[in-house]
């Protein structure tokens, strides 16, 4: 995984090794919970569309677990 932080740090000339967060921050609105969903369900996604996991709740630190199978042993949060 070393190698995707090197290789966002490249991209950066105010970067000199590797970058973990993005420097670009696109606030949206969520406005309704079709939106919500549309938005959760994305980000419940990307360690599959990356390809690290082939099911979102299998990734450890995802909030998926917690909506699939209410596993609230790694993040605790109130979903109501």
Do not use: C
């Not at 690290?52 to 109501?80: C, H, M």
């Amino acid at each position: 995984m070393l190698w995707m932080f090197e290789r966002a740090g490249k991209k950066n000339s105010n970067v000199k090794l590797r970058q973990f967060w993005q420097q670009n921050n696109k606030p949206i609105e969520i406005w309704s919970l079709t939106v919500f969903e549309q938005k959760l369900n994305y980000i419940h996604n990307n360690p599959v569309q990356t390809g690290f996991v082939t099911n979102p709740v299998d990734w450890k630190y995802s909030s998926a677990r917690n909506y699939g199978d209410n596993d609230q042993t790694v993040l605790e949060i109130d979903i109501n």
